[in-house]
């Protein structure tokens, strides 16, 4: 028998119930910022709320001021910490691409509160005390790979902390250890799934494999269908950052139609990037979470520059918790090429799309004689393809004018061949932006 780890009271809570206690939870989050971190304490002063009395109903989440990845750096190491050192159990960081990491400590609440969230998180992709589930996420300062493994340990499920890399070794755990599941980032997923092809085992070796439990970077529905056709999963999405705790903020059930928030714990708002306002249910903009029940380093309405959806009709599987569309795009990865705005999930959806292509891509940014170019370098999954000049010239002329259609932008394709665009084991880095470096 299978323990579940489905928290039925919490997660089926009718709607006007769960909004009492986030407004409860919201209030005690303002007091306990405002008397332990000093920084909260002189931006809420600034603000006028001098506490957690001033928040009267939930929408008035809106007058407390944005906490943004720049604050977090700028208090770079432990300057967000609202408990002493001597309280805190766990130091994770994420991989900052530029300058300092952003860092996040635990309490043993917090920790054990995390183990919570993510153990509905994988119950609610169904994952249960009978899985063996493989965690091909780089272990380390990284939230997501820890983050996981003690969230399947609290449900009962056999973990394998396999880690990043060595990808022969992962395809012979999978055949060897009778892995039912896989956590990885979608990219690995697809790179792995490749390999299970050429491994030259028969698909029966892997015929275990259910689950895919994928996460910590965005992955088109073409993405999705490619990763499960190839290792014969259901693949499922989760989200969080390290700026909130890391996994576990929300999580896609098996209806999938978006990602359960765990909203007990972190009350999601959606606000026009630009002007900063609340954006209506259902509407898109950016995602501002803050977090309801954390400890060591609460965040009040961080601004994650995801771009999303939130929809509160009740699901299928009987939640209520509010679910959020997949990622769009992020703030910050949205390029503006000649005025327009453009993510690179939209040119992977035209791309994924198209027979003879790869879901291999890379995006490539110039500027010349003040005019923005952009070229879009496309992996052939077919190299037979380069001996027909007719062929090419079709399939690079299709992509052009999809994109165009799309994009509403002209762009250079230039179609290369198999194998030859880099593989990441980690975040996919697609887009190189030439823009401010001198040729
Ligand atoms: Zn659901």
Redesign the pocket.
């Known amino acids: 028998m299978g323990v579940r780890y489905f928290q039925k009271d919490i997660e089926t809570m009718p709607r006007a119930q769960l909004e009492a206690l986030q407004l409860e939870r919201l209030r005690r989050m303002v007091d306990y910022c405002y008397n332990n971190v000093p920084f909260y304490h002189k931006r809420l002063g600034e603000a006028g709320i001098e506490g957690g009395g001033k928040i009267k109903a939930l929408s008035d989440v809106q007058y407390i001021p944005f906490t943004t990845k720049d604050d977090i750096r700028d208090n770079y190491p432990f300057g967000m910490m609202a408990v002493p050192m001597k309280d805190i159990v766990r130091i994770h960081a994420s991989s900052g691409t530029t300058g300092k990491p952003t860092v996040g400590v635990y309490t043993q609440g917090d920790i054990d509160q995390w183990a919570q969230y993510m153990a509905r998180v994988v119950t609610?992709a169904g994952v249960t005390a009978e899985d063996i589930i493989q965690i091909s996420f780089g272990y380390g300062l990284f939230t997501g790979a820890l983050g996981l493994h003690f969230g399947l340990e609290k449900i009962g499920a056999t973990v394998i902390p396999a880690s990043s890399g060595n990808s022969e070794k992962q395809l012979m755990m999978l055949r060897d250890f009778g892995v039912t599941g896989l956590v990885a980032t979608p990219s690995y997923a697809l790179y792995l799934g490749e390999l299970v092809r050429e491994s030259g085992y028969p698909q029966e070796a892997y015929a275990k494999l259910r689950h895919g439990i994928l996460g910590s970077e965005g992955c088109t529905e073409e993405m999705r269908r490619r990763i499960e056709e190839s290792l014969g999963v259901t693949v499922t999405d989760n989200y969080g950052m390290t700026e909130l705790q890391g996994p576990g903020v929300s999580g896609e059930?098996t209806?999938r139609?978006g990602l359960?928030f765990n909203e007990d714990g972190f009350l999601p708002e959606v606000i026009d990037p630009d002007t900063l306002q609340p954006k209506g249910r259902g509407e898109a903009g950016e995602l501002v979470v803050t977090t309801l029940t954390r400890q060591g380093m609460p965040v009040l309405r961080y601004r994650t520059k995801d771009i999303t959806r939130l929809h509160y009709e009740p699901?299928?599987?009987?939640?209520t918790h509010a679910?959020m569309e997949k990622v769009m795009g992020r703030t910050d990865d949205m390029l503006i090429i000649k005025g327009v705005n453009v993510f690179p999930s939209q040119i992977e959806s035209v791309l994924v799309g198209m027979d003879n292509v790869g879901p291999h891509y890379q995006l490539v940014v110039t500027r010349k004689n003040y005019l923005d170019r952009l070229e879009v370098k496309v992996e052939l999954t077919d190299s037979s393809l380069l001996e027909s000049f007719g062929e090419l010239q079709g399939l690079q002329k299709r992509i052009h004018d999809k994109l165009r259609s799309v994009l509403g932008l002209e762009t250079k394709v230039t179609l290369v061949e198999p194998k030859s665009l880099e593989r990441f084991q980690g975040k996919a880095k697609r887009v190189q932006d030439l823009r401010n470096t001198k040729n």
């Open positions: 609610a059930c209806e139609c359960h699901c299928a599987c009987g939640r679910r």
